[in-house]
């Protein structure tokens, strides 16, 4: 890219002034997702202040707008024209903000790159995980635009249910390609589930990111079971990490368990540009199944079973 084109883009970023930071339970669970692993690694804390979360939401963006050029240096197709201009002015998550007066074209459209986008990972994954947990455990969800939270009837007791995040992590050479990680994740997603008998419902979710000169391939497992299920847990190993959650939740845990196994793969941002071009590569070419129609990146990126697949009220149904 010539100095000139560098400039031209520089000139395109529009200006965010933050208002305030939103404090629902899933805007808890988001910035858990984000600003942990990008901002302040080993912090077992989320909590973090009002200006803190501001200034972190900054350096995300900035990183985010160097990434995205990077990956359009390096070829990757939607960071090129106006997907680059949409790109690196993907409006921030668990914030409210204004857009400065001077700043051209002020609609605030998500690029939905997802796999890589920090706010677009937030909007999707983390979305769509809290609000069907959200929704098996208490019945309600994001669809209806309110949690019991927001209601002020926070006290809506949730289902007794024990929840089981498991995570495998495996750093892997670059003989093998991210392509064959894909596949290796795709097909044992289904074999944490089937070490459980009765699940109530389950969320697969894995990551591919770049680490130093290796791939990190990281399989996360929400599995949700009924009171006294009797099944056995997978024991702690140097790849393996478990945690059991058998009380109550309160929307709080809730959205720290979901942040905390939809942590974003900070690799992603930090890594390589041409080894995180290679992974979107990979991932994209999972578009289709054989029958080619399945809108795959995300059945790929993340699948929901049992109860967890239900998004909206379909308790009629589904009972
Ligand atoms: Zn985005």
Redesign the pocket.
Known sequence: MTADEDHNIESSFKEFRFRAITDTPLSMAMKYALIHPLRSPGSPDFLFDDETVKSAIRKIQAD?RCKVIDLGDEGWSPATGIGLR??VN??PTFSTFGIARGSKRASNR?????LV?????T?KVVGETFARLEYDLYGTSRSQRLTPYDRGDADVDPLPLDIIEIRRTDIVGTEHTPEELTELAYKSRADFRKGFDKIRGALSLSTIEPVANTWKLTRRFLIVLHKGHGNEIPEESDFLEVRVHKEKLPLEKLAAIVGRVCAYPAGMMRGDPEMVRKILHARRGSRKNSKGNLRGTSKRLMNFYGKLRNKQDRSAQSS
């Open positions: 985010w949409v790109a993907c409006p998500a690029c939905r790159k997802y986008c920090p706010f677009c990972w909007r």
